[in-house]
Structures are given as C-alpha cells and as structure tokens.
C-alpha cells in the first residue's frame, strides 16, 4: 500500500503563489509516475501535471508556463509550485501515484490517490 498525504493549499488572491506538496509513504517501490489533478465543483476531474520517474514532466494548456511540477527522491515527495494564480485555478488538488510492474503481456498498474486539498483563487 501506498499512502499519500497532500498539503500547501489555501486563500490566495489572483496572481499569488502556493506550492503544493504530496509525501509519499508506504510501499514505494516500482513508482511509475506522480502527477497532480484538480476538481472544481460541477466539474470532471482533470490532469494539472505529471512527472515521470525519468523526469518527464507533461502540463495541461491551461497552467503551462504557470505551474512547474517536480520531486525530491530522497524526501518522497513531489511539488506543484504554481504562480500567476488565476481565479479558474480553484479547485481540489489531488496528488496520484501511478506503480506499475511490467509484465510479458499487459503491465500491472495500480494507482493511489491523495485525499486532495483545497486552493482557492479569490479577490
């Protein structure tokens, strides 16, 4: 089992900074990729940003340029540091973590979530 404990959220007003962070814990082992995803209310959940164990990052059009996703290997935790922060980036901030084993055929994967944490952009 793998768990995972998000914080750094909070009341910023637009254009404000917040980072993000998510510490890992449990079985970590075969880590595949993190990434960050949010849900505002009466919308789906969607990807904000991934970094993959080879430090790929990917970024949704909406926060490119904005938001930077990163790890610290050794402290088991990875960031979303977001700045220039827009009223539409409110939201719950999940933080998943994708295992994955790789098989002959089909992967084994498996993904756990955080229990997300709320960042509101207000005036």
């Known amino acids: 089992q793998v768990q995972l404990v998000e914080s750094g959220g909070g009341l910023v007003q637009p254009g404000g900074s917040l980072r993000l962070s998510c510490a890992i814990s449990g079985s970590i082992f075969n880590i595949d990729a993190m990434g960050w995803y949010r849900q505002a209310p009466g919308k789906q959940r969607e990807l904000v940003a991934t970094?993959?164990?080879?430090?790929?990052?990917t970024y949704a059009d909406s926060v490119k340029g904005r938001f930077t996703i990163s790890r610290d290997n050794a402290k088991n935790t990875v960031y979303l540091q977001m700045s220039s922060l827009k009223l539409e980036d409110t939201a719950v901030y999940y933080c998943k973590v994708r295992q994955r084993w790789v098989r002959a055929i089909v992967d084994d994967i498996k993904d756990y979530w955080g229990q997300g944490t709320q960042v509101t952009v207000s005036l």
């Open positions: 970094i993959t164990s080879g430090g790929t990052t």
